[in-house]
């Protein structure tokens, strides 16, 4: 069963191993795990709901405390000390598109919030209810996720917008086909969430982020319903599509999704390789994606997490010969990890695993062959759940992302990572901070670096190391070029720096874009924006 | 010198060869040219300038006549026949930002109305100022025409956004860079137009469309500086970038166009191929392209356009010897020419040529080598020219262009070119009409047509002609899932058509955007968006 208070299916629980541990307790130091709050404790704790009665919303508290969080670690403290704060007044899981119209009728007649909810897998609280007077609404697509056409001939399948990832693939599967698009939340987040928060996947590369994947579909807003045609291009004025990509359901509910697929490959393999330094390192992921090498994924680990990945492997006498090895070639400390992924028929993916060695020569790489590539497609998805391991030791992890121009990747990177590490110092707190560039582009990078630290004495003294830790680090993100969010999205946790990154009459547009379609901000408010945009649509309030 | 009434530089005259024009003859009988008004006749016809006397703006008639109209076949007739109707009351040519931002605070404390100017290059009259009591100032950006930064690492070149196609090359080729964005118009339009109207070059299928080049820039609006940040992907919301892209002047003018751009290819060719029929070889282009065959343009004739384009090609020697050669291989009446484009290293190269060839062999193509390719990548911006030898033989032409899903292409194609063809019959005159398919995409086709007929005996007969022809083909196409614009924009002539494309609610998005930025319609009224939007931002007025 799906777990209440952290990630995945309570059957899978991942071992730490023991020189993971070791080598974790080396650099950051013992840590105490805080007490776990019961589901039965927290469900006492729920208040009487706000809402009308009515056959499509379920009040019962079980079902409110399992939709009033999302994955971001505010919420898993929340969620392990029982202190949620806030929970939905309801939770409506709809069959159709009528039934979302006839909520959000309900909505504007009865005077409450709705918040539209995927997979619940959000790492920005765009999922969480705000404190208020108004009741909140959280409507569940989890219903609507079957494939409901696939068009072979243009490669469109149309999908319920609740359709979670394993789904998508294992229906399209049936046919054949891909959509090709794996996010680390595949496992539980739904297409519709995808597109409402501009996700981008493992092997965005080949396939494209979710900008490029969806088509066409519906969404239901308080105005009525707004379908977007599929076309393979326009140049029909600004793209209303564009509009639905990011709207993290501050203009309507998407109901239907229609996305770009494709055949199932011939071949798909995945490889490792290994650099001396970061800088060789980094200057091959550039030129290679600059080259437009023919790649599926690029996935470059910096030195510390190259470390920290082989630690956590497990398997200490395996990979300790394949150090020796590595540093035989040259590859000793300081050494950099890439997987890229080859995807294609028999013949492409032999040309193109050609190419990628010939161009890689210069810079001093030690190919690894596909062994240690088949265990990261392996555990792809399983990463969420060392958080659990982690956190039954006594250790809080969290993850930042970003992305900015190559001139920029560098010096963004390294600000974050020594902020990140000399962050807790005032409490003498060494952090463990390590990152990667995946989603590699002609014109720079993603930047994803994860953070590890023991927690505190409380809960309140873990949440505000957090706080501080990511607080300074977006103000610095956004003041540098970077964006306050790759691929996590803004939500309520990133609303505060997109200002700087959007700019007074960008954040104008996107008013604009919100009043036109919830004048009310009965939608999913204090997401994406936060307050009420003033009376130009520039101005900022703290909070509605 | 640039023609005031017709397309390029008037020391260019293609000749139409006689093969051609008895080819046309034979389909659409014998045509009288129409008498062409002077310059100087024009003019004489330019009323007073309604503008307050200003450094920055020119009032004379020469200068005023040459910013009146762009491209469209009704441009064409007004300025064939001297029948402008409107000009604008004058022109600005800023060399810089502030210059721009001097204009617009103008226009608002005077109340005039601004249209911005690129290349005027427009077929759907974006660029025309509408009939009114309030005066307007065309500013053109053609002084702001300069490289202004390359990033090399990041591969980001920043343009002033008047800088026309061939400038762009030619400062980019200086440091060995490319764009690679080559539209019909190139040698005319600019990097800004290309921006402001959702422009597609002829390799977009290496290089994207101008959406995927445009990485950030400035727009100079009524409310201020709108500064886009160059990022290579975000999640953080809905797109402004994509809000610019297709706004046609409507929220403000591009003054700075970042774009990324890519190191000049190891070599560049282009190849043809012929196909037995339309069935074989449309199958084969929509195969090739999900296969994501690493081509850099693909194009399609059908067979009116396959004989049409032989006959126009003069040489009837030779053409015949390749139709005798052609039908030996099997591709007689009915046969299709392909012409595809190979962009990359030397390896790249032959293995892509490789990959192609034997991908085809099941279609039965006839490949040509690069000889025909070479030609045509060498005529590929004189096709406009060809309007002018037409004319003066006292033929009309005009394109019309859609895109739409693969499953519908063949019907859409069909529609169009039936309802051209037969479009003129209560006149008993026949139209010459021929299609290709070129931007191709995995999951559907532009479909790009020409059509020939006869002008009338007078101007507003032969108006009239165009007039029904493009009303009756423009709703057809909306109403069978076709965009109304590919890569033309919607300008005014367009305009009528959008609501059917966006729908009720796409429209009030479109509004919502303009009224955020221009809520007193100043800026380029009647482009894109007709009337002023009623109250909820979805009726629609005929005019304002």
Known sequence: MRRWNGWGDDSIQPELPGSGLKFLKRRIGHAIPLPDASLEEVIARVPPSRLPEHSLIQTDPDIRVRHAR????????????????????????????????????????????????????????????????TPVLTISLERMNRLLDLDTESQIASFGAGTPGPLVESQLRAHGYTLGHFPQSFELSTIGGWIASRSSGQQSLRYGRIEQLFAGGTVETLRGTLTIPTLPASSAGPDVREMVLGSEGRIGIITEAKVRVTPLPERESFHVMFFRNWHLAREAARRM??????????????????????????????????????????????????????????????????????????????????????????????????????????????????????????????????????????????????????????????????????????????????????????????SNRGTISHQHGVGKDHAPWLPEEKGELGMAALWGLVRTFDPGSRLNPGTLLRGDGGTTGTGEQTDP
Chains 1, 2 share one sequence.
């Open 70 to 133: 999302g994955q971001s670690l505010p919420d898993w403290l929340a969620m392990r000390s029982g202190q949620f704060q806030v929970f939905p007044d309801g939770v409506a899981q709809p069959e159709d598109a009528g039934q979302v119209r006839q909520l959000l009728g309900l909505a504007l007649d009865q005077g409450f919030n709705v918040i539209p909810y995927g997979g619940g897998t959000s790492v920005a609280g765009h999922i969480n209810p705000m404190e208020g007077d």
């Open 289 to 478: 994606v600059q080259a437009k090498l023919p790649l599926s994924m690029l996935r470059l680990s910096n030195a510390v997490e190259t470390q920290t990945q082989l630690a956590l492997a497990g398997h200490p006498l395996m990979i300790g010969l394949l150090e020796k090895y590595l540093k035989l070639r040259g590859a000793g400390e300081g050494k950099c990890m890439m997987t890229f992924g080859i995807t294609g028929s028999k013949r492409e993916s032999r040309f193109a695993l050609e190419v990628v060695r010939d161009f890689c020569k210069p810079f001093r790489a030690v190919y690894m062959g596909t062994g240690m590539g088949r265990k990261w497609a392996e555990k792809r998805f399983a990463m969420p759940y060392l958080r659990e391991s982690l956190w039954q030791q006594g250790y809080a992890v969290d993850t930042l992302e970003t992305a900015t121009d190559w001139d920029n990747v560098d010096y963004l990177m390294g600000l974050i990572e020594v902020n990140l590490r000399h962050g807790l110092s005032s409490d003498e707190q060494p952090v463990h901070v390590f990152s990667h560039l995946s989603h590699v582009y002609p014109q720079g990078s993603s930047i994803y670096t994860t953070y590890v630290f023991p927690v505190a004495d409380s809960y309140e003294a873990t949440h505000a190391r957090w706080q501080h830790l990511k607080e300074t680090t977006s103000a610095m993100i956004v």
